[in-house]
């Protein structure tokens, strides 16, 4: 029997736990849930540790790191973390010719001035809608928000708020072991008062969304644009801009599944686990 450690963060509830849990065991997948800063865990003893609900690591990103990189059979491996880690890939995604959200760094220590079109402030590194604020266009309140998280040493972000979202919401495409499982919808999270963005998701926003080939082959794109092959799992977010799907986010860390949303898909991640956890 196989033995695998499922990873998470500290005071984390991960709606989709019990699932995957339930589903591995039924794969006879000996599953046991530890957090990755557990200083008790043997990780080189588990035949594959999967990172899934570490949403806690913004708080210790270098330890974070380093332990990813410390853990023997990882997935999703640690070159895809240190990558999809970084919001700073999206630039990377527009040179090879990826549709994305237009994004602009403001790195610690240099100068920022807001646009002048709705826009989002959000950190570099971060999880779900936290730190991240909507703001009408040439709003100086930006400026503290942008002077805080510079002075906690986080790198900023900052992209036009695509309007299509208060309407039709954000197409989150997840992948299983490279293949399509499902697609959500998810509402305008920085809608919701500040209190509530502190979720990764509010679950009364999300629902399935109908197959649609132009998004598919949007997330499809982005993916293969960032060079890794063989992932466990992935999550693309996309919104509509002017008409045409472009990219948000490509999510290979610890992305929400959304795996009770859709029949079948905590089955097939648990199958891909127990096949990986066997090799």
């Known amino acids: ?160 708020y695509v309007a299509s979202v208060d309407h039709v919401g954000e197409r989150d495409v997840v992948f299983i072991d490279g293949s399509l499982s499902h697609v959500m919808t998810k509402g305008a999270l920085l809608n919701a008062p500040a209190p509530e963005r502190t979720a990764l998701y509010r679950r009364e926003q999300m629902s399935r969304a109908p197959l649609d080939d132009e998004v598919v082959d949007a997330a499809r794109a982005a993916l293969a644009a960032t060079g890794f092959t063989n992932l466990l799992y992935a999550r693309v977010d996309l919104v509509n801009d002017g008409g045409r799907w472009v990219v948000m986010e490509v999510e290979l860390v610890e992305p929400s599944l959304f795996l009770s949303f859709e029949e079948g898909s905590a089955r097939r991640l648990a199958r891909a686990i127990a096949e990986r956890a066997s090799r």
């Not at 594959?48 to 330890?63: F, H, N, Q």
């Not at 990882?74 to 040179?95: F, H, M, T």
């Open 1 to 160: 029997m196989s033995a695998v450690a499922v990873a998470t963060g500290s005071g984390v509830v991960d709606p989709d736990e019990g699932l995957l849990l339930r589903a591995l065991e039924r794969e006879g997948v000996e599953a046991e849930v530890r957090r990755w800063d557990d200083p008790a865990a043997r990780w080189a003893t588990y035949d594959l540790v999967v990172i899934r609900s570490t949403w806690d690591y913004v708080k210790g990103l270098d330890e974070f790191l380093a332990w990813t990189k410390s853990v023997p059979r990882l997935a999703n491996p640690w070159g895809a973390v240190r990558y999809s880690i970084d919001k700073r890939y999206l630039s990377q995604l527009a040179e090879r010719g990826v549709a994305t959200v237009p994004t602009v760094v403001v790195a610690v220590g240099e100068t920022f001035a807001p646009p002048d079109v709705d826009f989002v402030v959000k950190p570099c590194v971060g999880a779900g809608a936290i730190d991240a604020t909507r703001y009408r266009a040439s709003d100086p309140a930006a400026r503290a928000h942008v002077g805080d998280l510079h002075a906690r040493g986080r790198d900023v972000l900052v992209q036009p």
